[in-house]
């Protein structure tokens, strides 16, 4: 049978708990709330008295407030003649119970006749609806936008972010929500912050939780933070699968708090909150030990608290000290007031304000004596402020400041709307006609829409229909009489980088009990201290670890570092490698007792030379003196006299003219000496050899020939330290690595392979004049000094074959000290053995020191 259009019009209406009409208006925004619990399963009160709450309306407690931040907000605004001055807004209020088939057919009775379920026929002109508002559930967007957004509806939510599938559906919502990618960054700061990096994830089970866990698992993990386990909310379902929800969800808390983990991240849903409410409750009756142990709760902007009125006795100890996160809000005048004139004697019947008056005030309005049982009667003289905020808050929470601001959006985009066309103004059907045919605009308004709300904060949306603002981070405190005080203890700034955003006042929060108010611990392993750096164990996450001791010469100076680092080139690592010290600056300095002895010793042997060199010049006529070739006694220990006094260039700080002349003086110097000393030995062997009958060497023995020798032997020498100071000279440096706690000043040598070419050279000098002189050591001569020559470099051998291990194997000054004493001791080894007989001769048998003499020891060697 065919139905009349106006007999459709008066049919009853087939969802008599889909939807309230609060108040009408010339346009009405449609709320649709996802968490009013209506249990409307009919249920056999004589055989379950214990299960009545199945059989009555159930408002959790912030809806409520919701719903009275969203009657707020209109009756300002229809006060308001600077916003819509000749217009007014109405409301719906649409319930989903969490089933996508009630969200789909609220979405679309929204187009058609109120009361009334006909497909494409709409008698109602007026209380047209222009916008949706949804949360704070993900689900219901995603629901209703497959709907609405056929119709180009705008959609205002105010809960969590979807996924959206299409670009279509993504042009008609915006949300009074930041964009979640900060609140993912802020979670990981948040927890870098107080070095938690050993945590737990808790998720609702839906994709939104499963949108959370791939936007931060990712994110978290690149900060160096693992988590434990990754556990999901049970699913909500019908009161027949009640007890399999419980069951599934005690086994989830369990594990939660079997973990070794401080802290949890917990990403779920108002309704979500009531059941870790429940969880904890359960624990305590069943497992106080375990219950004890507790949990930092980091909770996200999604949570906002709920309870249902058998919870109303229950501890909220479990949300002591927890954190979590909420929109930026600003406290808005006149909320509490307007709160306070609610009356529920005043309002209409099928008000939601009855059904929450009964369960907060636990009485009720029924007049039936059946009806009531044995409750107390409601007066509604009951104060709301008497009520613990567990059932109701008196100032609007993040998500009640959302829909407050949402209902604002609406209308400054219609008020922006009927600007633009003032031309049209023929009347309502024209009026009608065009919102019908230009709705698309309003979306196109609502995301450019900027303004200052009541509170002094300004609202707008990005390209993303995202709301341009931070967060607030929130600390929860608990109290004995079931009331809570939410603390704002720091802030995410809006930023799109990856510098740091989170603000923490870290003084003002409290921690939960167990920890004493200090700050807690969430590591998997203890932190490593400063002078160890971590190590991984094999088959565990990254974040758990082993300390190993710095090397030698690396410090770690901060606890937990991956990699101990070395000190800068003039700085050493403390004996405990945890900080660097600045390294002193060493030289052979005279002041010291080295340098001082070193010194002492270079000037006693120059006195000694110059002595021995007075001595014979004073007995310069005597034979001793003239024989072996007078003038080269005199170069001899001139040189010998050079050779101690250069070892000063030694001594004091390094500059560059020193470091020039120490070396290349000193193997000059020496290998004049040394040249010295094998002319004299040439001399004695060519002076025996021109003794005999026919010999022809007396032509080589004279001065001529020690001259030349020398001469030849020093001018090698010299060619060799030019060679050296012109393609790598000698010069000032600074070693910082031979000796940790010390900068050693320097001369470096250049080139080590001149300057042991210059030592080689020196060497092979007095290998040859050891040589002859051991062969020449038994020659008749009455001053022979040959066996003294060879005594002589014998000494000299053996002090510098010493040398080049003893050289080598030392660091610093210590090393410059080897080398004077070589120097030194070679110099005053041929001092010693060569001139201490002739002196024994001058000084103290001078009787000996006469030709006669030297002619009676030639007749008894022939």
């Known amino acids: ?480 009489n079931l009331s809570f005080k939410k603390v704002q203890v720091g802030g995410i700034e809006h930023k799109e980088s990856n510098e740091k955003m989170v603000t923490i006042y870290e003084d003002v929060i409290v921690w939960p009990s167990r920890f004493n108010q200090t700050q807690p611990l969430s590591l998997c392993n203890g932190k490593c201290d400063s002078g160890y750096s971590k190590i991984k164990i094999e088959g565990k996450l990254f974040c758990c670890y082993d300390c190993l001791r710095c090397p030698e010469g690396k410090i770690s100076n901060k606890e937990d570092m991956d990699e101990c680092f070395q000190c800068p080139q003039d700085q050493y690592p403390n004996e405990k490698q945890v900080l660097c010290l600045s390294k002193v600056a060493t030289f052979l300095n005279y002041k010291e007792t080295l340098g001082t002895v070193m010194a002492s010793s270079s000037l006693f042997f120059s006195l000694i030379t110059v002595g021995v060199l007075w001595i014979f010049i004073k007995h310069q006529d005597t034979p001793i003196v003239r024989a072996n070739n007078q003038n080269l006694t005199y170069v001899l220990l001139i040189a010998l006299l050079l050779s101690f006094l250069c070892t000063l260039l030694f001594i004091g700080k390094p500059h560059k003219v020193t470091c020039l002349l120490h070396q290349t003086a000193f193997g000059i110097i020496f290998s004049v000496a040394i040249s010295c000393v094998l002319a004299k030995t040439i001399i004695v062997v060519l002076a025996f050899m021109a003794t005999k009958p026919g010999s022809k060497m007396t032509k080589w023995v004279g001065k001529r020939l020690g001259t030349f020798i020398v001469s030849c032997c020093s001018i090698i020498q010299i060619k060799i330290c030019v060679i050296w100071l012109i393609i790598s000279p000698p010069f000032p440096d600074a070693d910082m690595k031979s000796i940790a706690e010390e900068i050693i000043l320097e001369c470096n040598k250049g080139s080590a392979f001149m300057f042991y070419g210059v030592l080689g050279y020196m060497g092979f000098l007095a290998i040859v004049s050891f040589t002859l002189a051991f062969l020449a050591r038994k020659l008749p001569d009455a001053f022979n000094e040959a066996k003294f020559i060879t005594f002589s470099m014998l000494v000299f051998c053996s002090v510098w074959l010493s040398f080049i291990p003893a050289y080598l194997s030392s660091k610093g000054k210590y090393m410059v000290a080897v080398e004077i004493f070589s120097i030194i001791a070679s110099s005053a080894g041929l001092l010693l053995c060569i001139f201490s007989p002739k002196l024994y001769i001058i000084v103290l048998r001078p009787d000996l020191n006469k030709k006669d003499q030297l002619k009676r020891k030639e007749k008894r060697a022939e």
Not at 37 to 49: A, L, S, V
Not at 216 to 243: E, H, W, Y
Request: charged share 20%.
């Open 1 to 480: 049978m065919s139905m009349s259009p106006s007999a459709r019009c008066r049919i009853n209406d087939p969802l008599p708990f889909l939807h309230k009409q609060y108040q009408p208006g010339d346009y009405l925004i449609v709320g649709i709330f996802s968490q009013i619990y209506i249990y409307y399963r009919m249920i056999d009160f004589r055989k379950h008295p214990s299960k009545e709450l199945f059989g009555t309306t159930v408002v959790i407690t912030p809806m409520y407030q919701h719903i009275l931040a969203l009657e707020f907000a209109i009756m300002k605004i229809n006060k308001d003649l600077s916003i819509l001055p000749n217009h007014t807004l109405g409301f719906h209020i649409y319930n989903s119970y969490f089933d996508p088939t009630w969200t789909y057919r609220a979405s679309l009775e929204l187009f058609f006749t109120k009361g009334q379920f006909i497909p494409n026929y709409n008698c109602d002109t007026q209380n047209r609806p222009i916008a949706v508002i949804g949360g704070p559930s993900s689900d219901i967007y995603l629901y209703m936008a497959n709907i609405l957004s056929l119709y180009k509806m705008p959609q205002i939510l105010y809960g969590s972010a979807p996924e959206i599938s299409t670009k279509e559906q993504a042009a008609f919502y915006q949300q009074m929500l930041p964009n979640m990618n900060i609140q993912y960054r802020g979670i990981s700061q948040l927890l870098l912050y107080f070095t938690w990096t050993w945590v737990g994830m808790l998720l609702v089970d839906n994709e939104s939780g499963e949108m959370f866990l791939r936007r931060v698992l990712p994110m978290a993990t690149q900060s160096g933070i693992c988590f434990d386990f990754i556990a999901r909310f049970p699913k909500t379902v019908n009161s027949d699968n009640l007890k399999k929800m419980v069951e599934i969800g005690l086994k989830m808390y369990r594990l939660v708090m079997k973990s070794d983990v401080t802290v949890v991240v917990v990403h779920g849903e108002s309704g979500n909150m009531m059941t870790l409410r429940f969880l904890s409750s359960n624990l305590k009756d069943n497992d106080f030990p375990l219950w004890t142990k507790g949990k930092v709760w980091i909770m996200t902007i999604q949570m906002d608290f709920a309870s249902n009125p058998f919870q109303r006795n229950k501890d909220m100890v479990f949300l002591h000290g927890a954190l979590s996160f909420a929109v930026h809000s600003e406290k808005v005048l006149g909320f509490k007031q307007f709160v306070l004139t609610r009356n529920p004697i005043l309002e209409k019947e099928g008000s939601f304000i009855k059904t929450f008056w009964e369960n907060a005030f636990g009485c009720s309005f029924r007049t039936s004596v059946i009806e009531k049982g044995n409750g107390a009667t409601c007066t509604g003289k009951e104060k709301l402020e008497v009520l613990p905020t567990s059932l109701f808050e008196m100032e609007m929470s993040g998500h009640s400041y959302s829909v407050y601001n949402a209902i604002y959006v609406v209308a400054h985009a219609l008020h922006d709307f009927y600007s633009s066309i003032m031309k049209y103004r023929a009347g309502g059907e024209i009026k009608g006609k065009l919102l019908n045919q230009h709705l698309w605009k309003l979306n196109y308004i609502i995301r450019r829409i900027a303004f200052n709300n009541s509170a002094g904060q300004q609202i707008g949306f990005n390209e993303n229909g995202e709301l341009e603002t931070g967060f607030d981070i929130i600390n929860w405190i608990t109290f004995s």
